[in-house]
């Protein structure tokens, strides 16, 4: 469980949510996201929040991006965020960091420039997509929104590079497919957020074969440990968890095909999946 950094987040608060078990407090940029709008304005007002949580082996989850405005777009919002990470990093050395959902080649940099108490996520989605592929269907936007080629492939190297900075972080968005083609009439906003959870780990391996084939990955990287490294042996570590003994197996086969939608609730709404309509392994959890 994480708390929503938040103005009325204290250092007392922190106490109170370290004795409860709660390892993590999230970060947004106000406004850069749906459902961000109760966001951070000024980091510094929350240096005794983050104090306190590095006395307390608490984690800061970052969503990496500026505010638009100005010269800021969201193509550049995650790299422009990059100095405000950075000298937080610089300022509470010893506090666990995870700059999540990362999508340039300059966030890796960036992470690797940091110290053991730092990590990154990377998406499943961001393993395949590019800018040209969101702006033309409204279930592949997300935030950060996915960038040019070069960054997908720095992503694929990090992933696939079996350092312990790195693990799969979903970021699975259910939003509602009417909430993502932007309400009922298609005049709104649209919903940032990519729905991967059912064939997360599916995805994972198919952006891992898939950088094989193109000469971007070696083929080490679908070996069992560094694919349980990335899908969650990493993160289980960063944060201090014991290692799960469930075992997944995946049939070689793609016999299985991405749903086209998920009916929510009631049946009153439908989601719909990342790769939609496309073949893919089967997953059995022994």
Request: net charge negative; glycine share 10%.
């Amino acid at each position: 469980m994480s708390l929503y950094l938040h103005p009325s987040i204290t250092p007392e608060t922190i106490l109170e949510a370290k004795r409860a078990g709660i390892r993590g407090v999230k970060s947004y940029p106000a406004g850069v996201t749906t459902n961000s709008s109760s966001g951070v304005v000024d980091y510094a007002s929350f240096f005794p929040v983050f104090a306190e949580m590095e006395r307390q082996d608490m984690i800061l989850n970052l969503h990496g991006e500026s505010p638009s405005g100005g010269n800021v777009t969201v193509l550049n919002a995650e790299e422009t965020f990059l100095p405000t990470f950075l000298s937080l990093h610089r300022r509470f050395p010893k506090l666990g960091i995870v700059l999540e959902h990362c999508t340039t080649a300059a966030a890796i940099q960036a992470v690797l420039s940091c110290g053991p108490t730092v990590a990154a996520t990377i998406t499943a989605h961001h393993l395949y997509l590019i800018v040209d592929d969101w702006a033309g269907d409204a279930f592949n936007y997300c935030k950060p929104v996915a960038k040019t080629p070069q960054d997908r492939e720095a992503l694929l190297k990090a992933a696939g590079s079996g350092s312990p900075k790195f693990f799969l972080g979903t970021d699975s968005a259910p939003h509602p497919a009417v909430a993502k083609r932007g309400g009922a009439d298609g005049k709104g906003k649209h919903a940032a957020g990519v729905f991967t959870q059912p064939y997360a780990t599916q995805l994972v391996l198919e952006a891992f074969e898939e950088g094989v084939q193109q000469g971007v990955l070696g083929p080490e990287v679908l070996t069992p440990k560094l694919l349980a490294g990335f899908l969650g042996e990493h993160g289980r570590a960063f944060y201090g968890e014991p290692n799960s003994r469930e075992v997944i197996t995946v049939e070689e086969e793609k016999t299985e095909t991405i749903m086209d939608a998920f009916s929510g609730g009631k049946g009153e709404f439908e989601v719909v999946p990342f790769r939609r309509g496309r073949s893919t392994n089967t997953l059995r959890w022994n």
